[in-house]
């Protein structure tokens, strides 16, 4: 037997009163989800354009340390340097022990490559007719940078600005700018790098 009122079920009021917290958590829930997915987004962004730019400074600094500072020529956004080593990538010597130089590698920005809008480094190989044991002068950007017959290979994507400069003495002096506009937000890096020439 039972005393006192019989339950009753939950009225309207608070069921909407429920549902309304109910929203208001799921809309908090939903802004954090947000949040972080830009933070994802942004973080593998930045990932991305470091990778990229040590990557090229990378191997920029391997090869150039292998040249001599008189076969160097450097202008604005663009170098071409020489290369003891061969297009299989071998150092090669006479048969009297001493260096050969055998190509050419020219880095370059180039703005819009391959129409496609985006500024890239590009590097571009060209061998030697002859392998030279004297070290050789190096050409002008120009004549590597648009021989056709060449193919390019880009280094990095998003480069803003590359900046080589031989000073008189000291080392030479590398510098590359890489941004990227993610939705109106602008991301980018700049690293240094001093080369010190061994041949």
């Not at 956004?77 to 990538?89: C, K, T, Y």
Request: net charge positive.
């Amino acid at each position: 037997m039972f005393t006192g009122r019989a339950r009753r079920g939950t009225s309207l009021i608070e069921l909407l009163v429920c549902s309304g917290l109910l929203g208001l958590l799921m809309l908090g829930i939903l802004a954090v989800l947000v949040a972080n997915n830009q933070y994802l987004r942004n973080s593998e962004l930045r990932l991305e354009i470091q990778r990229e730019a040590l990557q090229s400074l990378s191997q920029m600094t391997r090869e150039l340390t292998e040249s001599n500072r008189y076969a160097i020529n450097v202008e604005p956004n663009a170098m071409v340097f020489a290369s003891p080593r061969d297009l299989q990538n071998k150092i090669t010597f006479d048969s009297r022990g001493r260096l050969q130089w055998c190509k050419y590698i020219c880095y370059y920005r180039d703005p819009n490559f391959a129409g496609s809008g985006q500024a890239c480094l590009v590097r571009k190989v060209v061998a030697l007719p002859v392998p030279a044991i004297d070290v050789p002068a190096a050409p002008p950007v120009a004549a590597v940078r648009d021989d056709g017959a060449l193919t390019p290979k880009v280094v990095a994507h998003y480069v803003d600005s590359f900046t080589p400069e031989l000073t008189a003495a000291g080392p030479i002096q590398l510098k590359v700018v890489v941004k990227h506009n993610h939705y109106g937000k602008i991301h980018g890096l700049e690293i240094m790098s001093r080369v010190f020439v061994r041949n």
